[in-house]
């Protein structure tokens, strides 16, 4: 249903609440929507803005203790309902809801009553509620990828299924859902039978291209449905399983290329390289999903929820960096000679704050020439962190000497040093850094203002 097939009395509602939720009254918003959603439960937009407002509304409020317990004890009152008339149960939830509108229980309930009702994209809104509420609840998460199943929207099964993995990689129910999901939407795209099918020549030809780089978007696709008609008849083939991963990561499917390099790293039990790929793949989301949300603030710099979602954003941020360092202690442990490993293990302690546990991993890795002046100019950053200027000086100075061009790894080294003298308020050290990178790059960071202004 969509605003123009309101009756009238519900359409002047909406058309004010639509007023006032442009002037944050949360509360009168409410109460405008409350109506609408119980007489005319199918006009999805008017529940998406009432659940919007409670959310705002009760922000920051605080509960009483019995709150989420006496809400649930109300709705349970109701379950029968459910069964025997749904859409007045969900009027009836909606009014336990008001106060309280991410009670779980009560969210799980209207979820049953939208169903029976036969309105499945207000179910969805129950478990989005959810999720929004807390976005780590992995069973909420599977809850809404089977929701999606149900309703054969298959790529939101797998990008649902994707987020569990996210947060839980041995989820093994997740791995597969995914990648069932992903198969179906392949699948369906491109009209395979759900058992595969039998190649000729011609099909065996093109499977060839599989092992080919490069190939343009039609020959991917071609290719990939005959391999996704074998995984459909074996999924523990990891030939084809890895195969499938490639071709949809070169296709730009992160999604289920992460989800089949997961499924090919179970049946490998534990290829370090696949392991790598999906780290790095889980990067790329969140890269992705990071500039999104600073588009999305960029663009609306003073939404009501804008602080909400930058506080989020930097959480997520902080939590992407923890895991990199629990991935590389890891990595470090499986593999203790490697410089390599080390180095990016401590560069990930210093940018989570804890540059005293880098030092000793930089002190090992340092010894390696392949990350040696990389590991110098870290191990400066940590001493300057712990305010010990001289040693850190006393890094980068050992660093310059190996390098022989003033590259931009060069640069770096001769500029952090340049700040260090200044926080010891040794000038002319200072300025002699800065005139080194000047007389070769003028636009080197800031290095012409400081310069200049040194003779102003």
């Known amino acids: 249903m969509t605003e123009n097939e309101l009756p009238s009395n519900l359409k002047s509602l909406w058309d004010k609440a639509v007023k006032s939720m442009r002037m944050q009254n949360f509360d009168y918003v409410a109460q405008l ?31 009483g203790l019995l709150s989420g317990g006496a809400a649930l004890k109300a709705g349970m009152k109701l379950k029968p309902m459910i069964s025997s008339d749904p859409r007045s149960a969900l009027g009836a939830l909606e009014d336990e809801l008001a106060n309280d509108p991410a009670n779980k229980g009560l969210n799980e309930l209207l979820y049953d009553a939208a169903m029976a009702a036969e309105l499945p994209e207000v179910g969805l809104l129950a478990l ?56 179906n939407a392949s699948m369906e795209r491109n009209k395979l039978e759900e058992g595969g ?30 391999l996704l008609a074998d995984y459909a008849e074996n999924n523990e083939n990891i030939v084809v399983v890895k195969k ?29 390289a696949l392991q790598g ?60 000679t490697d410089p390599q ?22 002190q090992r890795a340092k010894s390696n020439p392949h990350v040696r002046t990389r590991a110098l100019l870290l191990l400066g950053k940590c001493f300057s962190e712990k305010n010990m200027l001289d040693l850190a000086i006393n890094q980068l100075e050992e660093a310059e000497k190996e390098l022989s061009a003033m590259d931009g790894t060069k640069k770096d080294v001769v500029y952090e040093r340049a700040l260090l003298h200044e926080k010891r308020g040794e000038q002319d050290a200072y300025l ?14 800031d290095v012409a203002k400081r310069v200049e202004s040194s003779y102003a």
């Open 33 to 63: 929507l409350s109506p609408i959603v119980k007489e005319a439960p199918e006009f999805l937009e008017a529940r998406k803005a009432l659940r919007k407002a409670q959310m705002l509304n009760v922000k920051g409020k605080k509960k």
């Open 244 to 272: 499938i991963a490639r071709l949809y990561e070169d296709g730009g499917d992160l999604d289920s290329a992460t989800s089949y390099y997961e499924w090919a790293l179970h049946l490998s039990k534990g290829d370090t």
């Open 197 to 226: 099918k039998k190649r000729d020549e011609e099909e065996i030809q093109e499977l060839e291209l599989a092992d080919r780089e490069h190939l343009t978007a039609e020959q991917r696709q071609r290719v990939l449905d005959r």
């Open 432 to 445: 002699g850094a800065l005139k080194q990178i000047y007389e070769v790059d003028y636009g080197f960071r």
């Open 341 to 362: 490993l080390r180095f990016s293990l401590a560069e990930y302690l210093y940018l989570t704050g804890q540059a005293t546990d880098a030092i000793p991993e930089l």
């Open 277 to 336: 790929k999906i780290t790095n793949l889980n990067d790329k989301k969140r890269e992705i999903e990071f500039s999104q949300m600073e588009a999305e603030l960029a663009e609306n710099p003073d939404a009501p929820d804008a602080d909400e979602k930058r506080a989020r954003l930097e959480e997520l941020k902080k939590e992407r960096l923890m895991q990199k360092v629990d991935y590389f202690k890891d990595q470090v442990e499986r593999n203790p």
């Open 128 to 183: 989005e509620t959810l999720k929004e509420a807390n976005s780590k609840d992995t069973g909420v998460l599977k809850k809404i990828a089977k929701h999606h199943e149900g309703q054969k929207a298959w790529d939101k099964a797998a990008e649902s299924y994707n987020a569990v993995s996210m947060l839980d990689p041995s989820d093994l129910e997740a791995i597969n859902g995914a990648m069932k999901a992903s198969t």
